[in-house]
């Protein structure tokens, strides 16, 4: 195994641990994958079977967590990743249009990376913000809404420039 389990992810794993009984301790789960991929920027099978064994779970309870949800990265992603819902609502408003404009302004495929490194494109279910589509997320943070062509220009345009 390459990931090691640092003496200073140990304490956060353990502050966010003890939020639960003993007999609990998986409900940390998410939280301690969060913590993995803040600190290596995506969740490894190394680092999940990491955390399993610190849990005291089998590795298949992590990974089940790690491929459910698409805030985890499975493997590195660029600097900036971008995720573009293509969830119904979306699509009747555009959702899949704005994923293929963005795809074609970085010259990069759906779920792809940047040769320089700096973008990664994902469609993603939904966001929670029907009302705004299109929408997308950036860094698993920055929610962005009515996200016409022109708005996801000016968008890249200023992520290019940070």
């Given at each position: 195994?390459?990931?090691?389990?640092?003496?200073?992810?140990?304490?956060?794993?353990?502050?966010?641990?003890?939020?639960?009984?003993?007999?609990?301790?998986?409900?940390?789960?998410?939280?301690?994958?969060?913590?993995?991929?803040q600190?290596?920027?995506?969740?490894?099978?190394?680092?999940?079977?990491?955390?399993?064994?610190?849990?005291?779970?089998?590795?298949?309870?992590?990974?089940?967590?790690?491929?459910?949800?698409?805030?985890y990265?499975?493997?590195?992603?660029?600097?900036?990743?971008?995720?573009?819902?293509?969830?119904?609502?979306?699509?009747?408003?555009?959702?899949q249009?704005?994923?293929?404009?963005?795809?074609?302004k970085?010259?990069?495929?759906?779920?792809?990376?940047?040769?320089?490194?700096?973008?990664?494109?994902?469609?993603?279910?939904?966001?929670g913000?029907?009302?705004?589509?299109?929408?997308?997320?950036?860094?698993?943070?920055?929610?962005?809404?009515?996200?016409?062509?022109?708005?996801?220009?000016?968008?890249?345009?200023?992520?290019?420039?940070?």
């Amino acid at each position: 195994m390459s990931y090691q389990l640092s003496d200073a992810t140990r304490a956060r794993f353990d502050r966010e641990v003890a939020k639960y009984p003993a007999e609990q301790r998986i409900s940390a789960v998410m939280a301690c994958l969060s913590i993995i991929q803040q600190e290596e920027g995506h969740v490894s099978r190394d680092s999940e079977e990491v955390l399993a064994k610190y849990l005291g779970v089998q590795p298949i309870a992590v990974h089940e967590v790690t491929t459910f949800y698409n805030m985890y990265n499975q493997r590195p992603v660029g600097k900036f990743k971008l995720n573009v819902c293509t969830n119904l609502p979306c699509q009747l408003r555009g959702g899949q249009q704005a994923l293929e404009h963005v795809c074609d302004k970085l010259g990069v495929e759906m779920g792809g990376t940047t040769a320089d490194g700096r973008f990664t494109v994902q469609q993603s279910e939904c966001l929670g913000a029907c009302a705004d589509a299109p929408v997308l997320l950036v860094n698993d943070r920055q929610m962005c809404s009515f996200m016409s062509h022109e708005r996801l220009d000016e968008l890249l345009a200023v992520l290019k420039e940070a």
